[in-house]
């Protein structure tokens, strides 16, 4: 399979779109942000909100 084959997603943080990861296999569907670091911005972005 070549890499521009692969399933796309946008991340929820970025707004960039990122593509599968062998890792991610199992949970694709469940897969959100792009990055350990997105997630963390993402979190911290809601703590302050509230």
Do not use: H
Not at 29 to 38: G, N, T
Request: aromatic share 10%; with cysteine.
């Amino acid at each position: 399979m070549k890499k521009t084959d692969l399933p796309q997603k946008t991340c929820a943080t970025c707004r960039r779109p990122f593509t599968w990861r062998k890792k991610w296999a199992k949970v694709w569907e469940d897969v959100r942000y792009c990055s350990k670091r997105c997630r963390g911005q993402r979190a911290a972005t809601k703590a302050k909100s509230v």
